[in-house]
């Protein structure tokens, strides 16, 4: 069971704007730390997609955008594409566990 | 450019010590900021955070897992190695070295290796 709770998954058809959350407690989103996102294609190591909630990595796509509210984070992938089926992680810190924490992990497909 | 790569057994046997190694280039482990981390993978499962070095030589471990680990670093050569004991078939995962970018707290993983999956198994 992750600290982090993602819903398993998503979907969409192209062009179409998808969500995925990841939902944490007081002692990591909602102590404000930073989230982070990872993207990770089939077969494929992760890849950084946003960082500290909402800034994008130089040759990110501004389709990915990213929000955090109390204890809550969100991905919008706006304008959904063939390639960005993958499976997309948010990672954080808590306070509680003195250390990193992931989500379980989100399936993302295009319909 | 910065990469990383893993290197390090495939099959290890259940009570065996694991050993990875993490060669990387691009950046170096004596400047200021940087830290390399350690992350597993079970098959088809989530990400998992082990260890991770800065450095300053600071080291930090899974809670639940940090009987078992161990991170050094060899700057001369590059290299940041884990050791893992009394590995069981239950830590069968793909293993990824990461280095840690200083550009948020806490610190996001922005190169990663290729990963190396091993497994466990008699």
């Given at each position: 069971q992750s600290v982090l709770t993602q819903p398993p998954s998503v979907s969409g058809a192209p062009g179409q704007r998808v969500t995925v959350s990841c939902t944490g407690s007081s002692s990591n989103i909602g102590a404000d730390y930073d989230v982070h996102w990872y993207q990770q294609l089939p077969g494929g190591a992760p890849k950084?997609?946003?960082?500290?909630?909402s800034h994008r990595p130089?040759?990110?796509?501004?389709?990915f955008s990213g929000s955090k509210s109390g204890t809550s984070a969100s991905l919008v992938i706006a304008?959904?594409?063939?390639?960005?089926?993958a499976d997309y992680y948010c990672q954080s810190y808590d306070s509680s566990l003195s250390g990193v924490v992931f989500g379980g992990g989100t399936k993302v497909t295009v319909l | 450019q910065i990469t990383l790569k893993e290197s390090g057994p495939t099959l290890v046997k259940p009570t065996q010590t694991l050993t990875l190694t993490c060669t990387f280039s691009g950046?170096?482990?004596?400047?200021?900021?940087v830290g390399v981390v350690w992350i597993r993978q079970p098959p088809g499962k989530a990400l998992e955070w082990l260890a991770f070095i800065y450095w300053g030589d600071n080291k930090h471990y899974s809670p639940s897992l940090k009987n078992r680990l161990s991170i050094t670093k060899d700057t001369s050569k590059n290299q940041v190695v884990l050791t893992m004991t009394?590995?069981?078939?239950?830590?069968t995962a793909t293993y990824y070295c990461a280095h840690q970018s200083d550009i948020a707290e806490p610190h996001p993983f922005d190169y990663w290796g290729q990963g190396l999956l091993v497994t466990v198994s008699s």
């Open positions: 950084l997609l946003l960082f500290a909630d130089s040759g990110v796509p501004d389709r304008g959904l594409q063939a390639e960005d089926e | 950046f170096s482990l004596i400047k200021s900021g009394n590995m069981d078939p239950a830590d």
